[in-house]
């Protein structure tokens, strides 16, 4: 499939595809025109993709660990190294810690709005 049709079955900008490949992270054939073509899995790979960023990974942790993720066949193409899972503990820490911080602003906020409603 062309580039804009991924983008439209994914939600994704062609731009941030584009990103994705220059990072690593998707690869395309190209057309004797030039042109990207990417495979099915390409769908899934893309959706993974903003799955880890919106848990707050960057790129490079993301290129990192996409190897070890379960593929279209049900296996890992890859075990993870342990410095992998380290850093993955590590931002699954900081995750934790930035939920925690929440949820006790969203408590002071609700003082405060008890508070001015008297």
């Known amino acids: 499939m062309r580039i804009g049709e991924l983008a ?3 939600g994704v900008s062609e731009r ?3 990103y994705y490949e220059e990072q690593g992270l998707l690869a395309a054939e190209r057309t004797p025109g030039g042109h990207r073509e990417y495979a099915e899995a390409a769908v899934d790979r893309v959706v993974r993709i903003q799955e880890l960023f919106a848990a707050g990974l960057c790129s490079s942790k993301i290129v990192e660990l996409l190897p070890c993720m379960r593929d279209g066949d049900g296996g890992p193409s890859s075990v993870a190294t342990p410095k992998l899972v380290a850093d993955l503990t590590a931002e699954r820490a900081r995750i934790d810690r930035m939920i925690t911080d929440l949820l006790r602003s969203r408590d002071t906020l609700d003082e405060v709005i008890d508070a001015a409603r008297g």
């Open 16 to 18: 941030s595809l584009r």
């Open 8 to 10: 439209r079955r994914t």
